[in-house]
T-cell receptor, first 118, second 107 residues
């Protein structure tokens, strides 16, 4: 199956700093990338959907100025948590969807990034 | 009622037992995913199904589109299988997640 990587896998930062998380599709062109967040003992929740070259579509309740998403290429999307606060501590997961000879709308999940804000 | 229901919520088994986790959903989907999440949070995508059955090692996943039901089976379970198993269904432009099943396999 397709491989999606995330970097870093873990990050600890001080309150007020910004953190960038990368999501890469390693062997296919990801026309759409999804960003999810998971709080402890809860299900994954969709934050935003980004199509390559377009602005991301954010779910209700997700602040677009706080969670900046850039999907500038078909293999890379980044999520930047700006001015992070302890309540932003969470597990962030991306998934990618593309065509590249595969069925349309197949999604492949990254392994996730655990963010801890002190 | 949640659109994706998993059962059981928690499952404890002895090493070697056959495990079944069920997932029922109420929306039309183009695919169903089974994900494995370990205590550190890392996600592993186990299966993506749109019909029938898939097998990978000791893991088997089945889906019945008409009944809107999927099962994940683990044969000869092992303590390293201990994790949370999440069912996720994919309407064409969305993803809905079950609450997860926490599996503990005791040696």
């Amino acid at each position: 199956g397709a491989v999606v990587s995330q970097h870093p896998s873990r990050v600890i930062c001080k309150s007020g700093t910004s953190v960038k998380i990368e999501c890469r599709s390693l062997d296919f062109q990801a026309t759409t990338m999804f960003w999810y967040r998971q709080f402890p003992k809860q299900s994954l929740m969709l934050m935003a959907t980004s199509n390559e070259g377009s602005k991301a579509t954010y779910e209700q309740g997700v602040e677009k100025d706080k969670f900046l998403i850039n999907h500038a290429s078909l293999t890379l999307s980044t999520l930047t948590v700006t001015s992070a606060h302890p309540e932003d501590s969470s597990f962030y997961i991306c998934s990618a969807s593309g065509t590249s000879g595969r069925r349309i709308h197949e999604q492949f999940f990254g392994p996730g990034t655990r963010l801890t804000v002190l | 009622k949640n659109e994706v229901e998993q059962s059981p919520q928690n499952l404890t088994a002895q090493e070697g037992e056959f495990i079944t986790i069920n997932c029922s959903y109420s929306v039309g989907i183009s695919a169903l995913h089974w994900l494995q999440q370990h205590p550190g949070g890392g996600i592993v995508s186990l299966f993506m199904l749109s019909s029938g059955k898939k097998k990978h090692g000791r893991l088997i996943a089945t889906i019945n589109i008409q009944e809107k039901h999927s099962s994940l089976h683990i044969t000869a379970s092992h303590p390293r299988d201990s994790a949370v198993y999440i069912c996720a269904v994919q309407p064409p432009n969305d993803m809905r997640f079950g609450a997860g099943t926490r599996l503990t396999v005791k040696p």
